[in-house]
């Protein structure tokens, strides 16, 4: 395949087109050696489809940028819980973040031996899930506020199991992310403010069957200024020289997770979607003045963005877009210019680091098919109605977040050599290939059922397939069955070969819960 694509790849190593045949001017895109035409003929549509080799790829890349340090990677079950994606990661040395009584049993379906590298967040843990991972053996708690530390003790002491602890802290540091998945400033509902957490630890120490391990930070998801995370590192590091002189134990710091992906044109916007910035940096000072603690470390000035920060630190980041491994080169720089961000301040602190990475690990490595039911216009404006719907992509209507679309099957009206040939972009569009500007929509009862509005697209016609990119993380997790629509099939490719790791639901499937 690499011949054929190696200047029309979309997502390397994942997804590019291909499987032109000699004088045709079509070309088709597949992910890795399976053509997503023929997925889709099989499997019917919608149908999320997932490389192996990218998520492997990005593992790996990780290892790499943290090798300086002992660290394990806690893959963050929320982006993506399909068994098949959780065994491809247990098989790549992952271990797991999980935020559910729920998430951990997928863990123990498929690997037991992924346990003793289990992380368990989240703000609500009830009695019975922290039964379950007590009696399951995970490494880490990760605590949110005095009352489940002391129902945490309680059920400890009466299984009579030890319970490693870390209180997830909220540093007060603005994630210049969407408002709905920024999570460390003071008026959120996660962790808690480092002044109060002292005097948790100090009442963790006391209790007999908790033993007070390390300290965690989460500050958001979908961050694209590495210099949040240092900011936030800087002051959890602050604290753990504070633990420390206190007595405790302090041997983990749990960086969570968060570093975003690219999503495509719309990346500044998505940025500036969160309107609160400045009164949130505002916060970030007077409560930095309040709680006496100052970062130790410069951190990358606020408003840079990780492509801004790459270009000044890796000023060839994109230099090298026609080589098939292109995008991936991008992705380990990215995650040097992140490491780098969550590395400063950890010198000579002597700490294992847990990541809970999620979206970077899985989201540019799934596409949503999806078939062209109508083209139909309403006065002047065009929409593509699209048999997926926001039940099976909640991410657009839910955070107005921008996917790329882009056809399956493309065929260039231009007769002589087409301008994509001979360009090294990468780039979807042909300016030679006939456009339109139309909504994507799907065919539910709300008005915010869409993927794309007033989008320049390569005209499609009816019966058509088209791709909806970056969907392996918050996609199919985040899917409904509203409208008693069934949930979409899941494919996962793995070399020329393709496996359904979740079958399509039927309306059966949905109403046998139900008494009737
Ligand atoms: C505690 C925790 N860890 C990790 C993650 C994963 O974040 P991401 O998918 O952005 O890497 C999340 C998601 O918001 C989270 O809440």
Do not use: W
Request: proline share 4%; hydrophobic share 40%.
């Amino acid at each position: 395949m690499k011949s054929a694509c190696a200047s029309q790849a979309l997502r390397p190593p994942a997804f590019a087109y291909g499987g032109a045949t000699s004088g045709s001017r079509a070309t088709e895109l597949h992910c890795e050696g399976v053509s997503l035409e023929t997925l889709a003929a099989r499997h019917g549509t919608p149908l999320y489809v997932y490389s192996a080799a990218m998520i492997r790829a990005r593992v790996d890349a990780y290892r790499q940028a943290f090798h300086s340090i002992p660290n394990t990677l806690c893959y963050s079950v929320k982006a993506n819980s399909t068994f098949g994606i959780l065994r491809l990661l247990a098989n790549a040395g992952a271990g797991f973040d999980v935020v559910s009584g729920g998430e951990l049993e997928r863990v123990l379906r498929v690997s037991r031996k992924a346990v003793s590298k289990v992380v368990f967040s989240g703000v609500g843990k009830t009695a019975a899930e922290m039964e379950l991972a007590l009696r399951s053996g995970i490494l880490l708690f990760n605590l949110e506020s005095a009352s489940e530390l002391n129902l945490l003790s309680a059920t400890a002491s009466r299984l009579k199991k030890r319970a490693a602890i870390a209180v997830r802290v909220n540093p007060d540091v603005s994630a210049k992310t969407h408002p709905y998945i920024s999570t460390g400033l003071h008026r959120h509902k996660f962790g808690v403010p480092i002044p109060e957490a002292r005097a948790l630890y100090a009442q963790a120490a006391k209790q007999p069957y908790l033993s007070v391990a390390g300290v965690s930070v989460h500050i958001g998801s979908q961050i694209t200024d590495v210099g949040s995370f240092q900011e936030a590192i800087a002051r959890v590091v602050d604290f753990v020289r504070v633990l420390r002189k206190d007595g405790h134990d302090i041997r983990y710091i749990d960086a969570g997770g968060g570093l975003g992906i690219s999503y495509g044109d719309n990346d500044e916007a998505d940025a500036d979607a969160n309107a609160n910035t400045d009164a949130d940096n505002a916060n970030v000072k007077e409560s930095l003045i309040k709680s006496q603690l100052s970062p130790v470390y410069p951190r990358v000035p606020c408003g840079l963005s990780l492509s801004r920060v790459l270009n000044q630190s890796f000023p060839n980041a994109n230099a090298d877009d026609d080589n098939d491994d292109g995008a991936q080169v991008d992705f380990a720089k990215q995650i040097a210019a992140y490491a780098k961000a969550v590395l400063a301040p950890l010198r000579g602190m002597n700490l294992h680091l847990l990541l809970e990475p999620g979206r970077s690990i899985v989201g540019p490595a799934g596409v949503l098919l999806t078939r062209v039911l109508y083209r139909k216009t309403n006065y002047r404006k065009r929409f593509l109605i699209v048999d997926a719907a926001m039940n099976d992509l909640l991410r657009p209507s839910l955070y107005g977040a921008y996917h790329e679309i882009v056809p399956v099957r493309r065929t260039s009206r231009a007769t002589g050599p087409t301008k994509l040939e001979s360009t090294k972009s990468g780039s979807i569009e042909s300016e030679l290939t006939e456009t339109e500007i139309t909504d994507v929509v799907g065919p539910i009862c709300e008005t915010g059922d869409f993927f794309a509005r007033d989008r320049k697209l390569p005209l499609v016609a009816e019966g058509d397939l088209l791709a909806i990119l970056d969907v392996g993380a918050y996609g199919a997790v985040l899917s409904s069955n509203y409208n008693t629509r069934p949930r979409a099939a899941e494919v996962l490719v793995d070399g020329a070969k393709a496996k359904v790791i979740r079958r399509r639901e039927t309306v059966e499937d949905q109403m046998r819960p139900e008494i009737q």
